[in-house]
């Protein structure tokens, strides 16, 4: 296996799971093509039961690079890391270690944190570690690049939990990117940048300092985009861009807010209606927040606006295969819906419960408890509008679902949705009395 197929890439926001390689658009398949049947379902058992077979560590790595990703989507990731400890294990034992099959069983970890951290994420980063003091070793540029990336890439997922460790990822997808700047990869190039702004937006900074630099980031990543000749990194860049500017919005105001739409709109542009229905759907997502945002400053219509863009996302969200990105979006809309209360209250507050119940459902079915969280806090908010006019029934059903809200924000450690409800469910407790 070539080493170059080492490389990682930063998982998307709309697509979690980390890929070995760039997949290509899809493209439509030919009329003799589409007539043929349809391949044989994947076999998990199977595919398990010969990996245990498996004599040598390079059959079974290369078995693993093969299925790793139809192994996680049919459920089977327990049982592949039973196996993939019990071969770390055995690797361990020898008195000589490959590089190359460190890396390749550190890449086989990493795969099965599904960009999510974890121990798994772990145990990918010592692996990497190990591999690499061989490669820098024997002066090996290509693979001291690669894995440096991987663990600059690792260091990143683990920093959900712990942001200073986007610091420790900085130096190392630097030191990577230099040398994909002297090779002349734009492609791979563009990637590194991708995660490089990723870990400087991380960083736990009050200032905006952080997030200019992440701006840079990811403004070179769609200028090497370009020079590769890839219009959806170029658009993955650009919603990345947006998504900064309206992190820089609490520091710039509008002019941030304006930049963040036009980079949306320029992301939408260059996405494929016909392949690319879930990167539309989450640009449309996001550019209904930033309208929201903008509507503070310049009034109501920028609400429509929103309410428009956001349920195009939900449109497009809901013919992908992720339940919980498409009842995320419907929670959007449904608060947006609510923000117009004012001006129409049976149409807006009856399409606000209409739509948060069934996402709070699927939501709470998928153990998605941000998002339950903010269904319960709409419909809360929903049944205790009618302020000292409402019913006791309607008042004992918002004290329910703020109180559930409050549960959902308090286990997430989001202290600032959890404060503010405080102050409601004290209003409503005292309404009640």
């Given amino acids: 296996m070539k080493i170059s197929t080492w490389f990682r890439?930063?998982?998307?926001?709309?697509?979690?799971?980390?890929?070995?390689?760039?997949?290509?658009?899809?493209?439509?398949?030919?009329?003799?093509?589409?007539?043929?049947?349809?391949?044989?379902?994947?076999?998990?058992?199977?595919?398990?039961?010969?990996l245990q077979a498996?004599?040598?560590?390079?059959?079974?790595?290369?078995?693993?690079?093969?299925?790793?990703?139809?192994?996680?989507?049919?459920?089977?990731?327990?049982?592949?890391?039973?196996?993939?400890?019990?071969?770390?294990?055995?690797?361990?034992?020898?008195?000589?270690?490959?590089?190359?099959?460190?890396?390749?069983?550190?890449?086989?970890?990493?795969?099965?944190?599904?960009?999510?951290?974890?121990?798994?994420?772990?145990?990918?980063?010592?692996?990497?570690?190990?591999?690499?003091?061989?490669?820098?070793?024997?002066?090996?540029?290509?693979?001291?690049?690669?894995?440096?990336?991987?663990?600059?890439?690792?260091?990143?997922?683990?920093?959900?939990?712990?942001?200073?460790?986007?610091?420790?990822?900085?130096?190392?997808?630097?030191?990577?990117?230099?040398?994909?700047?002297?090779?002349?990869?734009?492609?791979?190039?563009?990637?590194i940048c991708m995660s490089l702004g990723d870990a400087y937006a991380g960083l736990a900074e009050a200032g905006p300092d952080h997030l200019e630099l992440a701006r840079d980031c990811y403004e070179r990543a769609r200028a090497l985009a370009e020079a590769a000749g890839s219009g959806v990194e170029q658009a993955i860049a650009l919603r990345a861009l947006g998504d900064v500017d309206l992190e820089l919005a609490r520091f710039e105001g509008v002019d941030a807010l304006m930049r963040s739409l036009e980079h949306y709109h320029q992301a939408l542009d260059l996405l494929p209606a016909e392949t690319e229905a879930e990167r539309r759907g989450q640009v449309h997502l996001r550019l209904s927040r930033a309208l929201v945002a903008l509507a503070a400053h310049e009034g109501s219509a920028r609400l429509h606006e929103a309410l428009a863009a956001c349920q195009a996302a939900v449109d497009l969200l809901a013919t992908g295969v992720s339940p919980v990105a498409a009842a995320e979006a419907t929670v959007s809309l449904a608060e947006i819906h609510l923000a117009l209360g004012q001006e129409d209250p049976h149409t807006h507050l009856t399409a606000a419960v209409t739509l948060a119940r069934p996402a709070r459902e699927t939501c709470r079915e998928h153990r998605q408890a941000l998002g339950q969280a903010r269904a319960a806090e709409v419909l809360g908010r929903v049944f205790s509008a009618a302020g000292e006019q409402c019913e006791r029934a309607d008042l004992l059903q918002a004290l329910s679902y703020y109180e559930e809200a409050a549960r959902m924000y308090l286990r997430l450690n989001l202290s600032a949705p959890y404060a503010s409800l405080q102050e409601r469910l004290r209003e409503v407790r005292r309404r009640l009395d």
Wanted: a negative charge; glycine letters at 8%.
């Fill in 54 to 191: 498996c004599q040598d560590i390079d059959t079974f790595l290369s078995l693993l690079d093969e299925h790793l990703e139809a192994l996680l989507a049919s459920g089977a990731g327990d049982a592949v890391a039973q196996v993939l400890r019990q071969v770390d294990a055995w690797v361990q034992r020898q008195p000589e270690r490959g590089a190359g099959d460190l890396a390749r069983l550190a890449g086989a970890f990493h795969g099965l944190s599904q960009g999510q951290g974890g121990p798994h994420c772990r145990r990918a980063l010592r692996l990497y570690e190990q591999a690499l003091a061989e490669y820098r070793q024997r002066g090996q540029s290509e693979g001291t690049a690669i894995l440096m990336n991987n663990m600059g890439l690792a260091y990143a997922e683990l920093a959900g939990g712990e942001p200073e460790l986007f610091r420790q990822a900085i130096p190392l997808l630097e030191e990577a990117l230099v040398f994909y700047e002297q090779q002349t990869d734009a492609a791979r190039g563009s990637a």
């Fill in 9 to 50: 890439r930063r998982p998307e926001t709309a697509a979690p799971s980390p890929a070995l390689v760039m997949v290509e658009p899809l493209v439509a398949d030919p009329p003799d093509a589409a007539a043929a049947a349809p391949p044989p379902p994947f076999d998990a058992p199977a595919v398990l039961r010969q």
